[in-house]
Structures are given as C-alpha cells and as structure tokens.
C-alpha cells in the first residue's frame, strides 16, 4: 500500500498524541517483541515504535525491517520514535482521506 503525501500528512496528524507502545531496547528484534508489534498493530493500525539504538544506521535498519517484516508504512521518524500504519483489513479503525 503506498500513501500519498496528504494522507501521511492526515495521519501525522492523528499520531501526534500519541505515545510509543513499543520499545526495541538492545536486545534487537526478538521473537517475542515481534509477536507483540503485530498483535499492536494489527488492534491499532497506527502505532508509535521507540528504538533505543545509539547508531542512527542501526536505527534506521531495525525500523526498516519492522516495516518490512510486517507490510506496514513508514509514516514519520524523529529522533528515535517511528510512526508506522499498517491498515486492517479485517476491521478497519482509521478511515483515510482519499485525496
């Protein structure tokens, strides 16, 4: 699914509020945190990721594989705290603009 820059900007905008629900400390991606992450994100569709990763490409390359692991969108990064939409097909929460 690939978003235009309105309806990244429409979800920016619903993201700001909230907080990160997950965390990837220096463990990395475990089994049992990435059990967790599709379970969030399959309930919210639109979740807060924090990696606690000192090296910017480090980073960068564990939210790229979460993106990827799970086909959801990278919405926005700053400093340490991705937003990432994956929408539910099942049920969905958030209604986007079609612009």
Request: with cysteine; aromatic share 4%.
């Amino acid at each position: 699914m690939t978003l235009t820059e309105s309806q990244k900007k429409y979800l920016r905008g619903r993201g700001h509020d909230l907080k990160p629900v997950i965390t990837v400390g220096d463990a990395g991606l475990s089994a049992s945190l990435m059990a967790e992450y599709e379970s969030t994100i399959a309930h919210h569709e639109l979740i807060k990721v924090r990696v606690r990763a000192g090296d910017r490409s480090v980073r960068n390359a564990i939210i790229d594989e979460l993106c990827a692991s799970s086909a959801a969108e990278l919405i926005q990064r700053v400093g340490n705290v991705a937003l990432v939409y994956r929408e539910n097909a099942d049920e969905k929460k958030i209604i986007i603009p079609k612009r």
